[in-house]
């Protein structure tokens, strides 16, 4: 769905490193989420927000952050990355006018961390 | 927190048969359950969805059963071709409905469905 892009969609760095990776939206969809997918484990959720206001921890939460600098924009950083975040990264994005939780996923970001 | 198990990891089907991938979920507050499916190299993307007021949704050659009782829920797939072939996720969330938000989905570990030919 080319109304959800991530970038950068393939990132190398190394241990102890800051990265951010960021996520936008034109759908006009006020939720927004950050999942990691890892072999075997399906997908968890990292963080999630409703809107500017509004973030939320999810599962799996330690080791990263995350801000919302507008509606469409959905930022999540690893502030001292370590090998074991090596993953593949999903932002989604939900419609709260929706009477459903259908979740829109972008295209993915594939993290590894030396 | 919720928790949600999904089997068979692995399912391997001749084309054209059926194939059913099962599901439980531990918190009786979820009342929303989507299944998505994974193609390699691709994003997840929804195939079908149920809400826990209704015991069986269908889609075509896709059907999802709700057992609210025992906590469980089933994808079910007819006539398998092979562009089913795909990684399949089942999840839970509890949503609001009359608004309000939702806690994100709780996925299971999905199932690599593998269609036969």
């Known amino acids: 769905d080319a109304d959800v892009t991530q970038t950068p969609r393939n990132r190398i760095t190394k241990t102890g490193k800051r990265i951010m990776l960021e996520c936008s939206q034109t759908?006009?969809?006020?939720?927004m989420y950050w999942y990691r997918q890892d072999p075997g484990l399906g997908l968890r959720l990292i963080y999630y927000?409703?809107?500017?206001?509004?973030?939320n921890k999810g599962e799996i939460s330690d080791g990263y952050s995350v801000s919302r600098q507008a509606q469409a924009k959905f930022s999540l950083s690893l502030e001292s990355a370590i090998p074991n975040q090596t993953a593949l990264y999903f932002c989604?994005?939900?419609?709260?006018?929706?009477?459903?939780?259908?979740?829109?996923f972008g295209p993915g970001t594939r993290l590894t961390v030396l | 927190g919720e928790n949600v198990e999904q089997h068979p990891s692995t399912l391997s089907v001749q084309e054209g048969d059926s194939a059913v991938i099962k599901c439980t979920y531990s918190?009786?507050?979820?009342?929303?359950f989507p299944w998505y499916k994974q193609e390699l190299g691709k994003r997840p993307q929804l195939i079908i969805d149920?809400?826990?007021?209704?015991g069986e949704k269908k889609d075509q050659r896709i059907a999802v059963t709700l057992n609210k009782t025992a906590k469980h829920f089933s994808l079910h797939i007819t006539e398998t071709q092979p562009e089913d072939s795909a990684v399949y996720f089942c999840?839970?969330?509890?949503?609001?409905?009359?608004?309000?938000?939702?806690?994100?989905?709780?996925f299971g570990k999905g199932t690599h469905l593998i269609i036969q030919p």
């Open positions: 989604a994005t939900s419609d709260f006018r929706q009477d459903t939780d259908t979740q829109y």
């Open positions: 759908k006009g969809h006020d939720r």
């Open positions: 927000s409703f809107d500017v206001k509004d973030i």
């Open positions: 918190d009786s507050a979820s009342n929303y």
């Open positions: 149920i809400r826990s007021n209704v």
């Open positions: 999840a839970a969330s509890k949503f609001m409905y009359s608004g309000g938000g939702a806690d994100g989905l709780t």
